[in-house]
Nanobody
Framework: QLRFVESGGGLVQPGGSLRLACEVS????????IGWLRHSPRGEREHVSC????????VYFDSVKGRFPISRDNAKNTVYMQMNNLHPDDAGVYYC????????????????WGQGIRVDVST
């Protein structure tokens, strides 16, 4: 059974940083891409980033390129997304989601999402 749990969200001031973690069990990271997805406060579903099963290929939403590097620790079965220089527009509920091998081209193509974790960016 695939399980994946997000952690690391919270409230941060603009310009601050957070690190989200997605701890997985029931499958091996080398066989799955892991994506980070977001429900924005405007209700939009956005594909924030993705790390392919190889651990080398990455996909980033334009607005987060250069700010939200994604990485993984195979020994801890965990994928991380470091969120730097956060803007109020980055707020939302973030989800991690696995997909076999390759990163899907849209949020709709991830078959399973985690429970989500909230990120708020405000003074």
């Amino acid at each position: 059974q695939l399980r994946f749990v997000e952690s690391g969200g919270g409230l941060v001031q603009p310009g601050g940083s957070l690190r989200l973690a997605c701890e997985v069990s029931g499958f091996r990271l080398k066989n799955y891409a892991i994506g980070w997805l977001r429900h924005s406060p405007r209700g939009e579903r956005e594909h924030v980033s993705c790390l392919g099963a190889s651990g080398k290929s990455t996909v980033y939403f334009d607005s987060v390129k250069g700010r939200f590097p994604i990485s993984r620790d195979n020994a801890k079965n965990t994928v991380y997304m470091q969120m730097n220089n956060l803007h109020p527009d980055d707020a939302g509920v973030y989800y991690c989601a696995p997909s076999p091998i390759f990163c899907p081209d849209s949020p709709a193509n991830y078959p399973h999402w985690g429970q989500g974790i909230r990120v708020d960016v405000s003074t």
